[in-house]
């Protein structure tokens, strides 16, 4: 809990020293101009707890009435400044334009002045004193503020919520002040504590030359400065001042780190223990073993009781939850589901691409045939032989390409590194094979592409190019994670074309992670269909879609907009009602009942089991049969 | 007919490319390019088009968001085109617009009673009790409580944050909402509550839409016409039982043949029309017709001029010259389109 003690000793520091400063005049303190020089440089005592300083006057008043100049300045400084900055920043980035031409310009040449000559300039014009160090402060601070601001609006404005507060008919004023600024807050928090930071020391700096605060007035600086030729034999008398800055400085940035979290409602809800997140990675295996089933069966990857554990700030969540399914040589399984199913996890917990640290196999076995016949548990292998399998083996495809491919080398580097990844060839051997992947992934004039770099292709090149990636190393097995989602109809279109052609051709194995039910009937010999983790129903893809015994099969069924629906008589979807529950607050039960028009007592008893409904349909319904 | 609720006459939206030091003289990017439609009160008008098609520009462009580079606007009745930033203030009050990503178009930093309670404060100030028994009305229209007053974005689900997105939509009565890919982001499942949802209240409250989707499923359910979209340009409008029954276009009918069906068996059999390539850059469109570089009907003459609207058969119109295989009367007016 170092995060809150800090805190609590910030918040009370802070105070005392704002006290101190505003009630200096009216606490039985000594004079702090008052001298006596006989007392010179004396060390603590009852009468002067901090000491005396060069002349004798009382160090801990001078610490109190200083407080009063050092804070008054940076703050009404850091303040003016944030005001005038602020605002500029918020105008010059909302409207843009001429009027980021006359906020933003200005600043910039006050910025291309060193700070020091401005500040002198200031002094020379105006005459040392508290009013003048205030006002070269917020001049010299003005511009940081804008700075931060117009960065900040700038993303802020092309939001959503800024359109819908325009589309509403609100006033720019309104939008600024209202939607806009709490938004960019807590950048200029951060920068306000470190403005009032700066101002402190500067305002020490200056009157420690002699251009701030006018002696005999106490500040932090003048004290600095009265004491630094004395510091070999009072080094006292400059500790104290500087123990004060530091405290003032760290407790000012230590409160407005405070601050902003609590201006964003996200964070106050991650402000629950993260220790959890460290507890067990890797540890918790400790089931037996099992013996590899004795012959091969004709599966490419046997899944079985698979189960994954994801820490996250708020508990552990069970994202995978005893899922088992099977793919041959050959054949495309679609894994169907909403987000928040496990579908993508089950994906991930195959090819070992869990997060790290926060996600790990808690349960099961990954039951993989290689291609010489030998049969590995996927699941338990370590991470350092796991590269064997990558690629060769088996390859991924993932949603969005971008995320895939390399933005800073050519698609020919990418698909040549693949290559040799998994052998030696020449570098003509590579080039040509390289092109051959190109070709064999439908990308009209190779030659050229593969000089090009991920971004000068359109988004149905580049997954055509992530899958030829895939195809590099001859993989067994493809899973593809919503390898059209992003795409359009017509381009979806060609790249099913695509991947049914391929693994048709080379009798790939195809694991199809999508929520597209148009998709999955497209390609899909088999449909597993999930549910909060859980397998909720499995058969051939023809069985899934005309004869469904889960009611939330039939349910996304359904949800999916049919002619008979159209127009004219009712109009209506069908649709579940409810959300999907979250992960962490799992029904008892089955995890579908809360959401389910046959839902029956029984229902919330027990989880109910993956129940055979014909030789090769299971479903996990209790009531299957009556509905 | 009754006078139009939006009647949009010639519209384009051109964005010039300004960034760089010395690419003054890129071609400007064709978002929209010459695009006339009305929507009838209480009507629903789809429009289709794949990502690039400029159909999220129509969209913001015809409420303002968005300035157009020429053509003009009419809200009911009214020339908008150049209307001042107060009148714009206060017509748009009656014509509101309902985002695709719910995460982004609520304000993160303001709990739901500010959310609407700000969008109701443009009708005029209620008094405090008034104005939150109004907020829970609004609520409860979108299938939400009042529980819910005093909560952030963030702790709802996507389908609960397009309720909230739709909630403030509503809160100022408008007459015309248009609707961007409302459920692009959501679970079948709760596409099909917000579906529902947004059925029930146009049909209640008799507003009209315009309703914005890249899903043909999605706007054959809710849509009284559909329009396609193409490259900046209409290439087929039409009653949406006719649309989908009957497509003229050869890009509709890819785009229709291209959208998966939810039934095997039909996916096997069925003959897909593949479309050769990708969308061309709108910076640099072909000659004539757009479509005719994926277009597998293409002819030499496709090249020359841009083609004209065909009359096929009441309110439906196509632009395709291959009138061998789209058919219809070469229509002259452009506003007949808009009837």
Redesign the interface.
């Known amino acids: 809990m170092i995060k809150h003690t800090t805190l609590i000793f910030a918040a009370l520091f802070l105070t005392t020293i704002v006290l101190l400063a505003v009630a200096a005049p009216m606490l039985p303190l000594v004079d702090p101009v008052k001298m006596d020089i006989l007392g010179r440089m004396a060390g603590p005592s009852l009468a002067h707890p901090l000491g005396q300083d060069e002349y004798g006057r009382d160090v801990l008043s001078r610490i109190a009435f200083g407080a009063r100049a050092s804070l008054g300045v940076a703050l009404t400084g850091a303040i003016l400044a944030a005001l005038v900055g602020v605002t500029l920043g918020l105008v010059g980035a909302y409207f843009q334009g001429w009027a980021e031409q006359a906020t933003m310009r200005p600043l910039d040449v006050i910025l291309s002045f060193p700070p020091m000559l401005l500040a002198l300039l200031a002094v020379t014009l105006m005459g040392p004193g508290v009013q003048t160090l205030s006002v070269i402060l917020a001049l010299l601070f003005a511009p940081t503020y804008a700075r931060v601001t117009f960065g900040e609006v700038l993303t802020v404005r092309n939001?959503?919520?800024i359109?819908?507060?325009?589309?509403?008919?609100?006033?720019p004023t309104r939008i600024l002040a209202?939607?806009i600024l709490?938004?960019v807050a807590g950048p200029i928090l951060v920068q306000f504590s470190l403005v009032v930071a700066a101002g402190i020391v500067l305002e020490s700096g200056l009157s420690f030359l002699g251009l701030g605060v006018v002696p005999p007035t106490p500040s932090w600086g003048l004290m600095v400065r009265g004491a630094r030729p004395f510091m070999e034999a009072n080094p006292l008398g400059l500790i104290w001042p500087c123990v004060a800055l530091v405290l003032t400085v760290f407790s000012i940035n230590r409160i407005c780190d405070a601050m902003r979290d609590l201006?964003?409602?996200?964070a106050s809800?991650a402000v629950l223990p993260v220790s959890r997140l460290l507890a067990g990675t890797g540890i918790g295996r400790s089931r037996a073993r099992p013996a590899a089933p004795a012959a091969f069966d004709g599966t490419l990857l046997d899944i079985r009781h698979l189960s994954t554990e994801i820490s996250t700030p708020r508990g552990t969540i069970r994202a995978i939850d005893g899922v088992s399914l099977q793919v041959k040589p050959g054949e495309a399984v679609a894994l169907v589901g909403?987000?928040g199913s496990g579908k993508s996890m089950t994906g991930l917990s195959v090819m070992q691409l869990l997060p790290r640290k926060v996600g790990r196999i808690a349960d099961g076995e990954v039951w993989y045939a290689s291609r010489d016949g030998q049969r590995t548990d996927l699941a338990h292998v370590p991470a350092n032989l796991f590269r064997r399998f990558r690629g060769r083996e088996m390859a991924m495809v993932f949603q969005e390409p971008m995320a895939s491919l390399n933005p800073v080398y050519t698609v020919g580097f990418q698909l040549i590194e693949a290559l040799t990844a998994h052998g030696q060839m020449t570098k003509r051997d590579a080039w040509d094979g390289a092109r051959r992947m190109l070709e064999r992934v439908g990308i009209?004039d190779p030659e050229r592409r593969l000089n090009e770099y991920p971004h000068q292709l359109?988004g149905?090149?580049r997954q055509r190019v992530a899958i030829a990636i895939a195809l590099c190393g001859d993989p067994s097995l493809i899973i593809a994670d919503e390898p059209t989602t992003a795409l359009?109809?017509?381009?979806?279109?060609?790249i099913?074309?695509l991947l049914e052609e391929i693994q048709a051709a080379a009798g790939i194995g195809l694991v199809f992670i999508t929520?597209?039910?148009?998709?999955?009937?497209?390609i899909?010999d088999r449909v597993v269909v999930m549910y909060c983790g859980q397998v909720i129903e499995e058969g051939p893809?023809?069985d899934i879609?005309?004869n469904p015994r889960h009611p939330y099969t039939r349910?996304?069924?359904?949800?999916?907009?049919?002619?008979e629906?159209?127009?004219g008589q009712h109009?209506?979807?069908?649709?579940?009602?409810g959300?999907?529950p979250s992960p962490l607050a799992l029904p008892p039960g089955c995890r579908f009942a809360p959401r389910c028009d046959h839902a029956t007592s029984a229902c919330v008893v027990a989880v109910p089991e993956l129940e055979a409904v014909s030789a090769n349909q299971n479903t996990r319904c209790i009531r299957w049969k009556e509905i | 007919m009754t006078e139009a609720i939006l009647e949009v006459t010639n519209l384009r939206k051109h964005y010039t490319s300004t960034r760089g030091l010395f690419s003054r003289g890129s071609a400007p990017v064709k978002a929209v390019d010459d695009v006339s439609f009305s929507i009838a009160p209480g009507e629903v008008l789809g429009l289709v088009g794949e990502s690039g098609s400029g159909k999220s520009t129509v969209g913001r462009t015809v409420l303002r968001l968005h300035e157009p580079t020429s053509g003009t606007i009419r809200f009911g009745g009214e020339d908008i085109t150049k209307a001042p930033a107060g009148r714009m203030r206060e017509l748009r009050r009656e014509m509101q617009i309902v985002f695709q990503d719910p995460f982004g178009s609520l304000n993160p930093r303001s709990r739901v009673s500010e959310i609407i309670g700000e969008a109701l404060d443009l009708l005029g100030s209620l008094p405090r009790d008034q104005k939150r028994d109004r907020v829970v009305d609004l609520l409860q229209q979108v299938g939400l409580s009042g529980d819910h007053l005093r909560r952030f974005p963030h702790e709802f689900s996507g389908g609960q944050r397009q309720r909230l997105g739709i909630a403030r939509a509503l809160a100022v009565r408008p007459k015309l909402i248009v609707a961007d890919e409302p459920v692009a982001a959501l679970d079948v499942s709760i596409q099909a509550q917000i579906m529902n949802l947004l059925v029930d209240l146009q049909r209640e409250i008799g507003v009209a839409m315009l309703f914005i989707s890249h899903d043909l499923g999605l706007v054959e359910f809710i849509a009284d016409r559909v329009m396609v979209m193409y490259l900046g340009r209409i290439v087929e409008v039409a009653p949406a039982r006719d649309i989908y029954a009957n497509p003229r276009h050869p890009y509709t009918k890819a785009l229709l043949s291209a959208a998966p069906v939810a039934d095997p068996r039909l996916a096997k059999r069925r003959e897909r029309i593949l479309l050769q390539g990708e969308l061309p850059s709108p910076a640099n469109p072909p000659s004539g017709c757009t479509f005719r570089t994926r277009c597998p009907f293409a002819l030499p003459e496709c090249a020359g001029e841009r083609p004209a609207y065909r009359k096929v058969a009441d309110q439906h119109f196509h632009a395709c010259i291959r009138d061998d295989i789209a058919g219809g009367e070469e229509v002259r007016e452009v506003m007949a389109l808009a009837t």
């Open positions: 939001q959503e919520y359109e819908a507060a325009k589309a509403l008919g609100h006033r209202r939607t709490p938004n201006f964003d409602p996200k809800a909403e987000s009209p359109s149905g090149m359009d109809v017509t381009i979806q279109a060609q099913l074309d929520h597209n039910l148009g998709v999955v009937a497209e899909a893809v023809d879609f005309h349910g996304l069924l359904a949800s999916v907009p049919r002619p629906d159209m127009a109009k209506r979807l069908s649709s579940i009602p959300t999907v």
